[in-house]
């Protein structure tokens, strides 16, 4: 009977230790693998190309910018975005416009793909500052864009995120050179 009743003890202890570890595994997967995060969305370089600026007749520019996009997913899961755009913006008012095809971006990658944004100050209303920035050879642009989607985990979870860009950047008019591209 000591016999049986030390076998049990063992069997009980091995059964508890066992839960313990599990419980472990369960919470250290739940903490680092489905924790969903929103992607990083961001310009990698920009380059300007085919610029042309005038004061004459009144401040004008257009030029056609060619970036690298990058979407970095974190996650464990891949992110599956919708079609979206990316604005360029000259002192709040959009001056270009590119179109972002829906796509996916796979699990703890990055997604790098290149767009080409015209731009052109035909849109803008108020061109009192743009002389300004003509003649002191410097263009001060931001961009804006939003990918929306869902990151998929294991085929099974699914959850709405999105990722957002902001970047500021300046055109050297004198070398048109993109410079200080700053993103968040």
């Known amino acids: 009977m000591k016999g049986e009743r030390g076998g049990s003890k063992k069997c ?20 680092t693998v489905m924790k969903i995060k929103s992607p990083k969305v961001r310009f990698g370089y920009v380059t300007a190309e085919n610029f042309s600026s005038s004061n004459t007749n009144g401040p004008s520019f257009s030029m056609d910018l060619k970036a690298q996009f990058t979407v970095k997913n974190t996650n464990f899961g891949h992110f599956k975005y919708e079609n979206s755009t990316v604005t360029i913006l000259y002192h709040g008012m959009p001056v270009g416009e590119a179109f972002i095809a829906k796509a996916r971006a796979r699990a703890r990658s990055t997604r790098r793909f290149d767009i080409t944004i015209p731009i052109s100050s035909a849109r803008l209303t108020n061109t009192a500052s743009l002389g300004n920035d003509i003649n002191g050879g410097v263009l001060t ?44």
């Open 141 to 184: 642009l931001t961009s804006q864009a939003k990918l929306s989607g869902k990151v998929h985990l294991m085929k099974v979870l699914k959850k709405k995120k999105s990722g957002e860009m902001s970047c500021t950047m300046s055109v050297n008019l004198g070398t048109r050179a993109v410079q200080d591209l700053k993103c968040k």
């Open 12 to 31: 009980l202890a091995y059964v508890a230790a066992f839960i313990v570890f599990q419980a472990i595994v369960i919470a250290v997967f739940a903490l």
